[in-house]
Structures are given as C-alpha cells and as structure tokens.
C-alpha cells in the first residue's frame, strides 16, 4: 500500500515588508497563503504556474529554508516545525534539494570531490576511508566518469554541473529530492538527458520528487500528479492524465492551452488573459483569479473558493472554482 511520505497542512509563507524610521512592519508579501497537500512515497508531484505564484518558495519552506510564517508540514510522521536546529539539520539528509542554477549552486573555488565530501561529511554518511568509492559510484551513476573528480565547476558545461548537483544530492541516500526548476536553465537536448536520468534514479533508488517547474512540457513527461498554484493558493490538484485531458479552472486551462504545439500545421486556439498578475503584497478578495477570469461574477469578488470534486473528475482530481458545473455544460459563456 503507497503511504504519504510528505503532508503539508495550511502552509503560509508571509514575507514582512518594513518601512519608516523605526523600520516597522507596515505589510506582507503573502507568497504562499494557505495550501494543503500531501507526496505519496515513489511518487513524482509536480507544481506549476506563473513566475511568482509560490512554488520555489513552498519547497523552501518544506525544507525550512524560509522558516514558514504559519502551517504544518509532516514528514514520515515528524511534525518538522517542531524540530530544532540541531534535528532539522539530520532530518535534512532525508530531504535533499536540487536548485535551479547549476552555476550559482556550486562552490567555484570546490572540486567535486570536495563538494560530494563536504555532503557526506556534514551528514556523517560512510566512514572516510569508504568515501572516495562512494563519489565515484556517484559520478558513474550520473553519467560522469572518475577523471572529473578533482576538476572545478568551471571545467564543466550546464548539464555536467545540473549532474554533480544531482549527485551531491544522492550523497546522502535522501528519500525525497525537491527539484527547483532543476532543468530550466539548461538547453532543450541536455533538459531530455537530465529528465531522464532523474526518472532513471527514481526507479533504481527509490526516490520521491517534488519538481517544481514553469514549463508544462517538462511537468507531462515527468509526472505522476500535478499541483496548479496561482498567486499563492492552490487552484487545482489531480493525476497527470487527468488534468492534462480535463482541465477544471480557467487557469488550468489558460496554462494549457500555452504548451506549444510541434506541428506547423496544427492550429491551436490559445487563451489570452487580460491584465497582469495581481501584486501578493494586497492579493484579490474572494478567488484570487477573479482580476483576470472571463467567468468571474460577484460571488467570485467575495467569496473564496474551496477546493472539490464534481462529476466526471476523477478521484483526487480538484478544482477550486465556484463555477465549474456551469462552465462545462456551456452555459456560462465567457465575457471575453
């Protein structure tokens, strides 16, 4: 039976803003406002949406990277926020994370066998004498042979450094790797190898991903459920399958309808939303989509919606829009 590895309750993310002499708090960036869901172990959850939304910032604060403003987060059982320091630190070695720029998350002035050392060490992971063995299995493993050991990040191009990140996060025998738009800084042929090494070492080593992505292409491929956040809230959740093939919220769909199309020939009707994305310093009242919705009525300007299931959504799939029996059966017509 698949258990939940990873549950996160109400999670709220405020940024204060200060200002004055005194340099008082007179505001909040309200990046992450409110989200609940959970990581089946094995399992890859991806969550996606516009720049801004929340989704670096909601893997941060499972890792207490940002110290959440408010929230839960459970861990195989362990309530994370209650942890110290000192224990946050060892439980870091079941919790790993791949960040985005491969050129700014590596010590230049390391070689890589510093850099995998550094992790094992700081976790008391093998003995020192069995170290060296490790690194080089590591390397193998991430497509990179032992003559790159004592070289620098210089002497390596974008992937080949994506690959040692990889490879410091394995380091430690982690059980989930949060991967921080882990393959956007790379070009499109070496983004491939990447994915595919990543589905590789799930299957060899047992891992759980949470992948956080802007690119919905990426997301299919690599998926097993995908989290849609827009502006901090969470607006859909459901099976990969399903949400690719049934989208539910004005969002989703909007997101959607973006993914280019590989066939000159086949023209696709793409969605264009009016105006821009709302600052999260004073976000929407009600649903915070409301601004830029073509359905958007006065029930939505006040009331927030909850996340649920209607028919002929599958079991897990969940939207959260007032309208989305109505929008389906086309009797709510879009005012633009």
């Known amino acids: 039976m698949t258990t939940e ?29 409110d989200i609940s869901f959970s990581i089946k172990a094995g399992e890859t959850l991806s969550i996606v949406g516009e720049s801004g939304c929340g989704k670096s910032t909601t893997g941060r604060a499972i890792l207490r990277l940002d110290e959440p403003t ?8 362990d309530d994370l926020l209650s942890l110290n320091k000192k224990e946050m630190r060892k439980k870091r070695k079941d919790l790993q994370i791949i960040f985005q720029d491969p050129y700014a998350s590596i010590n230049p002035r390391q070689t890589v066998r510093q850099v995998l050392n550094e992790a094992m060490e700081i976790q008391n992971v093998l003995p020192k004498e069995q170290r060296y063995d490790r690194m080089i299995e590591l390397l193998e493993t991430v497509g990179l042979g032992p003559d790159k050991l004592d070289r620098f990040p210089h002497e390596f191009s974008g992937g080949q450094r994506q690959r040692i990140g990889i490879a410091r996060a394995l380091a430690v025998d982690p059980k989930l790797i949060i991967c ?9 042929s070496i983004q491939a190898q990447v994915l595919n090494l990543l589905k590789k070492l799930q299957r060899e080593f047992d891992l759980t991903y949470l992948f956080i992505s802007h690119d919905l292409g990426v997301v299919r491929h690599i998926s097993d459920r995908v989290v849609v956040m827009y502006l901090g809230k969470i607006v859909e959740i459901g099976d990969k399958k399903s949400l690719f093939d049934n989208p539910k919220h004005p969002y989703t769909k909007t997101l959607l309808s973006a993914i280019p199309v590989p066939d000159p020939k086949r023209k696709k009707d793409q969605i264009i939303l009016k105006g821009d994305v709302p600052s999260p310093i004073d976000p929407p009242t009600g649903c915070r989509f409301h601004t830029r919705c073509p359905f958007a009525t006065e ?27 109505e929008i389906e059966s086309g009797e709510m017509k879009p005012k633009y």
């Open 5 to 33: 590895l990873l549950q996160v309750k109400n999670l709220k993310q405020y940024f204060p803003i200060k200002g004055g002499l005194l340099g008082r708090k007179i505001n909040d960036v309200k990046a992450v406002d």
């Open 70 to 77: 408010a929230g839960e987060i459970h861990f195989q059982g």
């Open 180 to 188: 921080d738009e882990s393959v956007s800084a790379l070009d499109v």
């Open 299 to 325: 029930r939505c300007v006040t009331e927030v919606p909850e996340l649920r299931n209607t028919t002929g959504m599958k079991n897990g799939h969940e939207s959260a829009c007032h309208y989305i029996e």
